[in-house]
């Protein structure tokens, strides 16, 4: 009898698992370093490893595990083909087929927030409904785009990356990607540390954060919280940005509800607050009213 399932998220920092029975509801969940030397050749023997000897300290066998399923950070093809992972330093291969050979279990890959989307469908933010968009921000962002009950995953699993969407035509640094100006580049927790060191560069005024030597996306809006002035300015740019790119997007997709995940979604009500208001001042009118909740 199959009684369990595993969730593997591969990110660019850690990789986080969790072993599931056949209704959803989690059992277990940990965590490992991503291992990203040579070109992370030893993620899925890390994986493998730690998986088995949860297996075993819980005496469960694999004729009990119903199989993995496995978000990655990057467009996926409907076999488990990564088309290449730049936060993991991954090529073109098929990591279905790899992880398969190692767990000795059946597993589906597909991009991270496309299974992150489906996930708050069935139990979390996007609970209750069918048009919805999910929004990871994390080492980088990601995108998932539900329309009628169904991922939108396109061609190439590249449906929405909109990570990628180009928010700014005068960015001179290089995204991971290899273009200039995408959204990760400012909505993610090192973009936003990234705006904070630019603004930082050009304002005189005081800051809490002028005290920290190591920036992270969590002092940015603990700070802007207690009013911090210049915390606050690096909240409503990164905002502002973000903001606009889900109103462009909401032209197209028309979802009722953004599901916002990731770390930098842990800073709650502010973030949430601030991206709305931009929202809003950018939307289309029919799509004014979408909903935005946190994951």
Known sequence: MKKYLLGIDIGGTTVKLGLFNINGELLNKWEIETRKIDNGKYILSDITSSINCILDEKNISKDEVVGAGVGVPGPVKEDGTVLGCVNLGWPVFNVAKSLEELLELPVKVANDANIAALGEMFKGGGKGYENMIMVTLGTGVGGGIIINGKVIAGANGAGGEIGHLGVNPHEKISCNCGKKGCLEQYASATGIVKLAKDILEKETCESKLRNIKEITAK??????????????????????????????????????????????SKAGDILIDKTKQYYIENAFHATVDTKFKVA
């Open 219 to 264: 002092d940015i809006f603990d700070f802007a919280k207690d009013n911090d002035q210049l915390s606050v300015k690096v909240v409503d740019k990164f905002a502002s940005i973000l903001g606009r790119a889900l109103a462009n997007i909401s032209c197209i997709c028309n979802p009722e509800v953004f599901v916002i995940g990731g770390g930098v």
